[in-house]
């Protein structure tokens, strides 16, 4: 057999190498290639899943708060409540000493006895009676009479002035008595009067009445109840023996039915968003819970606009920044989970269809 011609032998070997040194080299192109274009596809489906909507992290769960205070004051005889109690509308929260108060109510109702005898003993006053007033005019038709007969005399000269002058001033002295009589009875009546204010009742009686009523009100007052439903919170602020100040408040109740969210958008995200528009958000705190609203309302100012110390534009280093906007989020269902008030969530609002 012939012998392999070494010259072609290196040849085809040589071949060989490039080939093998080729197709790597063509794989790493296209590697290189594909890798722009599947950025721009990743970056171009990130931009077109966020068409119609706007999110937002810097959103906040909050619960509406009562701060419960008393009407009346005074020292606290009972604490019924603890420290994130559940509690329904009118459960007994605290209770303030009621003796005063008691005896309050006892004043004023004897204050009522005391008005309804006056207006019995007015009702049966002589005045009333018209007594007063016939005998007085009796009086008067005496002291005429008498009058008449010693001016006869005196003008006959058989009496002297003295008696005259007396018999003329005892007919001026008893009309003065049908005087008074006629207005100790219409004192006596405007007594037993019933004003248009207090219509179908003596005004001493409804004074006396409002004051009862008023005590019986306070006395009321001494026990503090629930306005809603909800948790309590620093009822640590609540001790027995504590003085209570009237409209001081005391202690904190986190109602049940006042949750929502506050998210702070920016205002750039506000073009296409309206009341109405559904809404998800996700709670830090519970990442498998997703909740449903929708906004409530859009602020009325930036939160720069309310604050304490408001910004001051008007100066030679300004710098504009994105103002954010509080939007209020109602939730549409229960939450599984109980909100804690001031929980961090992410919101995302659908500005176009459903």
Avoid: C
Wanted: charged share 25%; hydrophobic share 45%; glycine share 6%.
């Amino acid at each position: 057999m012939a012998e392999a011609d070494p010259i072609a032998l290196e040849q085809n070997v040589s071949h060989a190498d490039t080939s093998e040194k080729a197709r790597p080299s063509a794989f790493r192109w296209l590697f290189m290639l594909s890798v722009p274009f599947l950025l721009l596809a990743a970056a171009g489906t990130y931009w077109w899943s966020q068409q119609g909507k706007v999110s937002t992290d810097n959103a906040y769960v909050k619960l509406e708060k009562v701060s419960v205070s008393a009407e009346v004051g005074g020292r606290v005889v009972e604490v019924a409540v603890s420290e994130n109690q559940k509690v329904a509308a009118g459960d007994l929260l605290f209770r303030i000493d009621p003796e005063s108060y008691r005896i309050n109510l006892a004043q004023a109702k004897a204050a009522m006895a005391t008005a309804q005898a006056n207006v019995t003993a007015l009702a049966n006053d002589s005045a009333l009676s018209g007594a007063e007033i016939s005998a007085a005019r009796e009086d008067i038709a005496f002291a005429e009479a008498n009058f008449r007969r010693k001016d006869e005399l005196f003008k006959r000269g058989f009496l002297a002035k003295m008696e005259h002058d007396a018999a003329a001033h005892a007919v001026a002295q008893a009309k003065e008595v049908l005087a008074q009589a006629r207005a100790d009875a219409q004192e006596a009546r405007a007594r037993l009067s019933r004003g248009s204010a207090v219509p179908g009742m003596n005004p001493q009686i409804a004074a006396a009445l409002a004051q009862k009523e008023s005590a019986e009100l306070n006395l009321s007052r001494t026990e503090i109840r629930a306005p809603a439903a909800g948790r309590i919170a620093e009822a640590d602020r609540l001790q027995l023996g504590q003085q209570i100040v009237a409209g001081l408040p005391v202690v904190t109740l986190i109602k049940d039915d006042g949750k929502y969210v506050e998210a702070n958008f920016k205002e750039t995200d506000l073009a296409d968003m309206r009341v109405g528009q559904r809404a998800e958000i996700h709670l830090d705190a519970f990442p498998d819970i997703v909740l449903k609203g929708h906004v409530e309302s859009i602020g009325a100012g930036t939160g720069s606009e309310f604050s304490v110390l408001p910004a001051q534009n008007a100066t030679g280093n300004w710098v504009k920044v994105t103002q954010r906007v509080p939007v209020r989020i109602a939730l549409d269902e229960m939450s599984p989970r109980e909100l804690i008030a001031g929980q961090s969530s992410k919101v995302t609002v659908f500005t176009t269809g459903d």
